[in-house]
């Protein structure tokens, strides 16, 4: 007997359509997992690349400029606050005298330098001028929570080619040339409120022909501009002084730290040593500046959106400050670079 054509019709059961849809779903919940991951990892690898980019370029565009600190200051190599010419910049001529400073020229015939385009750190006090430091700074002490301050480096050189300055503009051979290294607001950034900083750099006007250069010259003028951006995104700019002191020992200061051991260190040997007898040997230095450490905290231009980075948790050593981001909520990708620059001739003997 011929088995007709519908006896010879099959279709899956129940229990095999729930089979093959659970499989099937499986399957499209193990590819979405794999594609947000990849998401994930694509964004942490940008902001990676981001940060390393400024890291790498900007950090060592700033090395390069430090390792200048100094040169052509040949006949002061004590490097202290009062030291003349000398590569860091804590002090600078005023009204009452343009002795024992590092910056003698003056702004104009009758202005002197600001003292917020000096070196400065935490305990100085800020100014309210545009583009003069203000200590701005994304972060805060890890331990207790306390905002920080920022820190200006003002370092001064005689240039010793024909070179460009951190503006960007050309410096002929044997000027002399000042940059200050500060924090301030990038316009261009995607923080809310312009809450985004950036590491800028402010230069002095260097003669516009090679025979107005002076390695020292009358005037200065040029500084207290918004400069140029050397590195974008950084939450924090930190520096250390490394010294050494009247008794031989290496120690290290912060800016401020290191103003006050100068002037102590004057006041205490000065009133211990004085000897009618031998007044030489009341001429005692304060501590000799060796070398200088930078800190940077860079952070990422997106959200990285990776549960690898917990802003909250997250914490940054920068030399001698354990820091956390003030924003705790964004999962922004930071990397401290640090680096130790020793100082141009700061080892020569005294002449």
Not at 200 to 212: F, V
């Amino acid at each position: 007997m011929n088995k007709t054509s519908s006896s010879l019709q099959k279709g899956f059961t129940l229990i095999e359509l729930m089979v093959a849809l659970t499989l099937g779903l499986i399957l499209v919940a193990a590819a979405i997992q794999l594609f947000t991951g990849g998401l994930m990892s694509s964004h942490l690898q940008r902001a990676n690349a981001e940060i390393q980019d400024s890291g790498v370029f900007g950090v060592d565009y700033m090395l390069r400029d430090l390792r200048l600190a100094n040169v052509g200051n040949v006949n002061n190599l004590e490097i202290n606050d009062q030291t003349s010419y000398g590569g860091i910049v804590f002090t600078a001529s005023d009204s009452s005298s343009s002795a024992n400073v590092n910056f003698v020229p003056k702004v104009s015939s009758s202005a002197y330098l600001n003292s917020a385009l000096l070196s400065r750190g935490a305990g100085d006090t800020v100014s309210t001028m545009n583009n003069h430091w203000k200590g701005l700074s994304n972060v805060k002490d890890a331990s207790t929570g306390t905002a920080l301050v920022s820190d200006q480096l003002t370092i001064q050189f005689i240039a010793p080619s024909n070179m460009f300055n951190c503006e960007g503009v050309e410096v002929f051979a044997g000027d002399l040339v000042v940059q200050r290294y500060f924090l301030r607001v990038d316009a261009n950034g995607s923080g809310t409120g312009n809450t985004d900083l950036a590491l800028a750099c402010d230069a002095n006007t260097p003669a516009s022909t090679a025979a107005g250069v002076s390695a020292q010259p009358e005037f200065v003028t040029g500084l207290g501009t918004a400069g140029q951006i050397v590195i974008p995104r950084v939450d924090h700019f930190h520096v250390l002084l490394k010294a050494r002191n009247h008794e031989g020992n290496l120690v290290e200061y912060t800016i401020p730290q290191y103003r006050d051991a100068a002037t102590e260190a004057r006041r205490v040997v000065l009133a211990a040593d004085a000897d009618a007898d031998n007044p030489e040997k009341a001429a005692v230095d304060a501590p000799r500046v060796l070398a200088v450490q930078v800190s940077v905290l860079i952070r990422s231009t997106n959200n990285a959106k990776n549960n690898v980075v917990d802003p909250a948790q997250a914490s940054y050593v920068m030399l001698d400050q354990t820091v956390k981001a003030n924003d705790s909520t964004t999962r922004f990708l930071r990397r401290v670079y640090s680096s130790t620059v020793a100082l141009r001739n700061a080892m020569g003997e005294k002449l």
